[in-house]
């Protein structure tokens, strides 16, 4: 049974716990951070690129050139009917048995508007028509960007657009100095996820720190053990909070 450790992201400190709490493995979803917590299972690993670490492959700088085309366009988190639109048919296409198949256009823009931080919505759209091609929904920490969700025109699927979508947003991030790209959680062995552990640089959250995978297979072998996930009360007692009275010098 999957299991999950969470915490309302709400009031004057917000912006502090979510960086936080984003740098021991959470993921916010509109006004909740979470983590998994699962009792005989550590497979969902919170996953970043390190950006001064990554180094670009082949396939990669192939993606990045056949979409430089599109026009980056960043705007406060406000949904659109055109957004929504796009959102619905990158679902039907990719993921019509996923538990976001029933999203609704209120529920979409709940998605995108109800957040108490610092996020922005990041269109790619053609220069020539105008058309919307690609969006992700972006939190700026104190440390990186976290991609909370991207979704992009299934006509487009063998543009690798997703992988695209990275690639600018390590662009942007070196712009604005930030180390970091946070890009949600990564299930070894799983085919659909597999695409983070193709970036350089990437590192994973596990047993309380931030470790370079250098090797994918090693943590597929490993995170599905009965000993692999500590008890909760041990976890709890291991989360780092925010100082919110900060002595003064």
């Known amino acids: 049974m999957e299991r999950k450790l969470f915490t309302a992201l709400q009031g004057d400190g917000s912006d502090q716990l979510n960086n936080c709490l984003s740098q021991q493995g959470f993921r916010r979803s509109q006004n909740v951070l979470y983590r ?3 009792t005989d299972c550590a497979a969902c690993l919170s996953a970043r690129i390190d950006v001064s670490a990554f180094r670009p492959r082949k396939s990669q700088k192939r993606a990045f050139k056949r979409n430089s085309y599109l026009k980056r366009r960043a705007t406060s988190p406000w949904a ?5 639109d796009l959102f619905r048919r990158y679902l039907d296409a990719r993921h019509a048995d996923g538990g976001m198949a029933d999203m609704d ?5 709940a998605m995108i508007e109800e957040t108490p931080i610092r996020s922005r919505v990041v269109e790619y759209a053609d220069p020539k028509t105008g058309e919307l091609i690609a969006v992700s929904l972006t939190d700026v920490l104190d440390d990186g960007l976290s991609m909370v969700y991207s979704f992009y025109d299934p006509q487009f699927q063998q543009h ?4 695209y979508m990275i690639l600018d947003h390590i662009e942007i991030a070196r712009e604005a ?3 970091y790209i946070y890009l949600g959680y990564w299930v070894p062995g799983s085919p659909k996820m597999g695409y983070k552990a193709k970036f350089s640089g990437l590192q994973v959250y596990i047993q309380g720190e931030w470790k370079r995978i250098d090797n994918p297979e090693q943590y597929a072998q490993s995170v599905h053990h009965p000993l692999s996930s500590a008890p909760i009360a041990e976890q709890v007692a291991n989360i780092q909070l925010p100082d919110r009275h900060p002595t003064k010098g």
């Open 36 to 38: 998994p917590s699962c």
């Open 80 to 84: 659109t009917d055109e957004q929504f």
């Open 105 to 109: 256009v209120f529920e979409f823009a």
């Open 160 to 163: 690798s657009l997703g992988t």
């Open 177 to 179: 100095g930030l180390p």
